[in-house]
């Protein structure tokens, strides 16, 4: 305990037969995110989907509609000013609003936390395209941030968010016991657990791409539309079959 | 499932009548009746202050040695339980106004514990002025020109110094810690400061626990059963000093942290969300400014060591005008409370060791040398704090301003708060090239977990 705390996975056999990978050099990403995945209680694998990690879902797919229908300057002014980038003033103001619905509704959970980062990460990723985040202009990140509304695409701005929670949910599985082994021969140092986790990442975001959630577009685009708390109910089952697919893509491997 | 908490004493009848079943709430409240079962003191305070505590004021007061109590009463659970969801039903003096700020105040401790709160709040039933209270006497604040929250702590001190070296005149707040090391560590820092410069700061101590001596004491978990996270404890410093300053006409409330632990990103994502503390996050500091500017009082909290690294708070605020001993008598262990001494394997008394040698003073004696001899304590949470902190340091010195944005989406919530992000990066910058430098120079293991040796 302190001020800062991390607590290690259950002590359960298949969680055990996770940590075996990890006394191994290079264990395979996709061998590590399919052990979790057969560890995963039950009710661990609902939280994946619980109404904090919806509501991220939901927030960016609304700032996407928004800026699609107001344009990106007049969106910012309506989040409340942030100086700087764009992006930057983008992600912190859908962040602060993913946060406040969250907090208002009593939803908060772990994987909601997660989920909050995953939201921020899809904003900085599909609004700043392939420019820096520090320097892409309003008229670029409104362009290319907006499209998925304007182009019928909130499936795929969907399937990024998933990309980018499923990096973060399994990176956190696998740091909560990965330093034990650091120092062993399989980790002998701080940056070869590094390395095993941006694969794990990589492994995650290259196998979500695979989710496809088309079939839910024309949905997505009258749900967008409604009161914030229609649109969290109705995006549940949205969150649900994506990541049910994801997690058996990434647990049948990449 | 939600907890239910009550403050039982100034329930009015008529709410227990409608609500029978809060009598048998999880938890029941209490630090006025003799069936008290924590001790809410705040005499010193109160003798201070030129005029007593408004009713509202009375009320912050409550409100946040309630939450206090329950953060401590409430166990969390491991990984995904570790979020609890807590109702609270308390009486006020002012309902009106809570009831107006009641989203805002659970947004506020959402952001500082994780965790998901709702409120209930009634008008007090009878008289709940504070029973301790004396009458004002002089007023003593009318020499202070601002509050300042001191801990015992190394960084509250620099805060408290700062102010001196600088001509103010702070009235110093401090919550007094029933931990015997820990308040050898406050006293001593009392003493020092009042011995450092005579006539020119005024100290209160506040004494808020849980007590439950009394044998009618309404139930209250024993010690081993507590919840020893206490993510929500700033609540109740920043209500202090603020109370402390609304009432004596002040505006400046300094509530001083290092850089590091304010910025409060998670080393790993192990520690994602409250699993790092939050204590004195800018946008948890700007909700609490919110609500005392609704509550029409002028003052502000503010942490003036956002942007400055411990070793940087030693170096040129402490260390020119005290001697390494008086700094070294302050106490950071989170592990003090538990062990009597400070343990050397908790993220504090890492952070406080390598910020003493990065700053040039001698070492400091630990329960366990973990920086000297690490590997024979792989397994443990010291371990594990340790190779998170290098992990960290790695991730901070390897990466560019945008891909720590990507890493640590955490920065984003400064960006709201008119807080520069990209100084806070340089802050981060400085701080592991410190702990880089540190293990090169002293410590050869985790610098060969660190690749630099």
Known sequence: ?254 | MAVTVVQIEGLPPSVLAIRPGLVEADWQLDWRSPRRNAVCTLTELQAHLPIPLSPLAQDFIDVATAVYLTDIAMRRGRNEGWVRDLELVLPVRCPDFWHAVADQFTRLLQRLTGDNFEFTFYRCGADTTNNNSPTPTTATTDSADCVCLLSGGLDSLAGAVMLLRAGRRPHLVMHYSGNPTVRAAQDYVQQLLAKTWPDRSLFSGVHIAPDTHSPDALLYPEPDEREPSRRGRSLLYMTLSAVGAATAGQEDVYMAENGVLTAALPLTLARTGSLSTRSTHPAVINLFNSLCEQAGWSCRVQNPFIYQTKAELIRDILRPVLSPLDIQKTASCWMTGRANRQCGGCIPCLLRRIAMLAAGLPDEAYMMDLLGDPLPHAGTDAFTNLVDLLNHTTTILAKSDEELLREYPRLLDLARTGVSVSEVIAMLRRHAAEVEQVMTTHFPTPARLLEVL
């Open chain 1, 1 to 254: 305990m302190g001020t800062s705390t991390s607590q290690r996975s259950p002590a359960t056999p298949e969680w055990d037969r996770v940590r075996e990978l990890y006394q191994q050099p290079h264990p395979a990403p996709g061998e590590v995110v399919g052990r979790i995945i057969q560890a995963l209680a039950p009710d661990t694998r609902q939280g994946l989907h619980d109404r904090a990690a919806v509501a991220c879902l939901d927030t960016l797919l609304w700032g996407s509609a928004a800026v699609a229908d107001q344009g990106l300057q007049q969106f910012l002014a309506s989040l409340a000013p942030v100086e700087g980038p764009p992006v930057i003033a983008l992600a912190a103001g859908l962040r602060d609003a993913a946060t406040d619905y969250i907090s208002t509704t009593r939803a908060a959970s772990r994987f909601g936390e997660l989920a909050i980062d995953a939201l921020s990460n899809s904003v900085l990723s599909t609004a700043a395209g392939e420019q820096g985040l520090l320097t892409v202009t309003t008229a670029q990140a409104d362009a290319d941030y907006g499209r998925y509304a304007r182009e019928g695409n909130l499936s795929g701005l969907s399937v990024q968010f998933l990309s980018h929670d499923f990096d973060r949910v399994f990176r956190y599985f696998v740091s909560r016991d990965l330093s034990d082994f650091i120092g062993s021969e399989a980790f002998p140092t701080v940056s070869s657990s590094s390395r095993m986790l941006d694969e794990v990442a990589l492994y995650c975001r290259r196998g979500a791409q695979q989710i496809d959630l088309s079939s839910y577009e024309d949905q997505l685009q009258e749900i967008v539309r409604l009161a914030i708390d229609d649109r969290v109910q109705r995006l549940q089952p949205l969150a649900v079959d994506g990541i049910t697919m994801g997690l058996e893509v990434l647990a049948g491997g990449v």
